[in-house]
């Protein structure tokens, strides 16, 4: 999409982090934003300062794990602004610790926000673009989708699905011919919410055998806040690349090469048949 001016962006989990940025960047490209969220105090604001910023901007209350939600923030959009032209499935959360610890309620949350929430978003979406053969869809992925890091075993497969489903898209597209272009966004760490994602647990899928951190879980995740506040990206350098990305039809965005040497290795276990080697932690990735 060389014109972005004028046209119509959607974007979930569009209240904080990378969701906000992307809708900052669009706003400046001259779109008009949607922007879709669960957290209504953060979804006001947002919209506020966006509209202070000067932008046509939207704020829709939205689960994406919830069909309906996601078919009725389609109608919101289209009454407001009409036909969509850019869609980012962005909206996610993330969980940590080793699989035999995972609940089946941690399970239902991620799967219902990662993978549904895009299922969703295309239901609600996709048709359309198609239709009219413009557009571009972004689906926010993550390194994670092409790494198995241990304790992120229930976020990795989410995330993995999620590329799945952006390059299948990607692949059917442009065998068909379609204007519709696709972006898999592959971030590494970036300074954003995400590490709080609890605040947006619903109370029927709560973590019902949590226990309260010991003194060392508080000092690491101390110490890995304090990380991620000095060399993560910022969450306006992503978006500055996924808005190239959709005026340019580049598909594979990776945040930076952090990890790129993790996904490597794991390709060549795959051609080589060779078992999985001992894991590092995506944190070791990061910062060695
Ligand atoms: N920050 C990172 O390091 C990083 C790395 C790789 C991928 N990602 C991905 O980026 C995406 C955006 O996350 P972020 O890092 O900006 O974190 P964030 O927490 O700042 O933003 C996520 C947004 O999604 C919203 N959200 C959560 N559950 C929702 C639901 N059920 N329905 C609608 N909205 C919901 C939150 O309210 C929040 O505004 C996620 O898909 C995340 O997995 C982030």
């Given at each position: ?95 940590s610790?080793p ?43 993550s390194v994670a989708g092409h790494t198995a890091y241990p304790s992120l075993g229930?976020y990795s497969?989410?995330k ?28 590494g ?70 990890h790129?040497?993790n996904i490597?290795?794991r ?9 999985p080697?001992e894991g590092r932690t995506i944190t070791q990735d990061a910062?060695?």
């Amino acid at each position: 999409m060389t014109d972005l001016d004028r046209k119509v962006a959607v974007i979930t989990g569009g209240a904080s982090g990378l969701g906000l940025a992307f809708a900052q960047r669009f706003a400046i490209a001259g779109m008009k934003v949607a922007i879709a969220d669960i957290e209504e105090p953060a979804l006001d604001a947002a919209v506020e300062g966006l509209r202070d910023a000067g932008a046509e901007v939207l704020g829709v209350r939205c689960d994406v794990a919830d069909a309906r939600s996601v078919h009725d923030l389609a109608a919101a959009v289209d009454d407001a602004f009409g036909a969509v032209h850019v869609v980012c499935l962005n909206a996610g959360v993330a969980l940590s610790g080793p699989l035999h610890k995972q609940t089946l309620a941690d399970w239902q949350w991620i799967v219902g926000v990662n993978l549904m929430g895009i299922v969703h978003g295309l239901d609600a979406f996709l048709p359309g673009l198609v239709e009219r053969d413009e557009g571009h869809v972004v689906v926010t992925a993550s390194v994670a989708g092409h790494t198995a890091y241990p304790s992120l075993g229930p976020y990795s497969a989410t995330k993995h699905a999620a590329v799945a489903i952006a390059e299948a898209l990607y692949n059917e597209q442009a065998a068909a011919g379609s204007n519709v272009g696709v972006t898999a966004l592959c971030p590494g760490f970036v300074a954003t919410g995400i590490f709080d994602s609890a605040r947006n647990r619903p109370e029927n899928l709560a973590d019902a055998l949590a226990e309260p951190p010991t003194d060392e879980e508080v000092a690491t995740r101390e110490a890995f806040l304090e990380m991620i506040a000095t060399e993560a990206l910022r969450p306006s350098q992503v978006a500055e690349m996924v808005h190239d990305a959709v005026r340019d039809g580049t598909f594979w965005v990776f945040s930076d090469d952090r990890h790129v040497e993790n996904i490597g290795n794991r390709h060549d276990e795959i051609r080589t048949r060779t078992n999985p080697t001992e894991g590092r932690t995506i944190t070791q990735d990061a910062v060695d």
